[in-house]
């Protein structure tokens, strides 16, 4: 069983940056790749980045893919999304997702099935 806890969400202004942090319980973090998806109001929850469990894979939505960064620390059970050059339609929820995987490959991890854990979401408002 793994919880996540997200943080660091808030306001900030177009162009603006801010880091967003998941923090896990449990003692087996470095077994899992993990994942952020956002839900915009209206909208389906969808893919923005993942990373593969030890941080040697990195994959973006494009539309983020140049602002955004995700890392990890697995001595600190934590996924961090950097994200720069804000714009208003970042503007969501974002959650963090951990995926067990027996090796350094994530698999579909753009798909939020393929995840088994989920954060509650953090709210990140970009304003113009």
């Known amino acids: 069983q793994v919880q996540l806890v997200e943080s660091g969400g808030g306001l900030v202004q177009a162009g603006g940056s801010l880091r967003i942090s998941c923090a896990a319980s449990?003692?087996?973090?470095?077994?899992?790749?993990m994942g952020w998806f956002r839900q915009a109001p209206g909208k389906e929850r969808e893919f923005v980045a993942a990373?593969?469990?030890?941080?040697?894979?990195?994959y973006y939505a494009d539309s983020v893919k140049g602002r955004f960064t995700i890392s990890r620390d697995n001595a600190k059970n934590t996924v961090y999304l950097q994200m720069s050059s804000l714009k208003p339609e970042d503007t969501a929820a974002y959650y963090c997702?951990?995926?067990?995987?027996?090796?350094?490959?994530?698999?579909?991890?753009?798909?939020?099935?393929?995840?088994?854990?989920w954060g509650q979401g953090t709210q990140v408002t970009v304003s113009s």
């Open positions: 997702a951990a995926d067990w995987v027996p090796s350094d490959n994530i698999g579909k991890y753009y798909s939020e099935e393929e995840y088994d854990y």
């Open positions: 449990g003692r087996t973090f470095s077994s899992y790749a």
């Open positions: 990373i593969s469990r030890r941080g040697t894979l990195t």
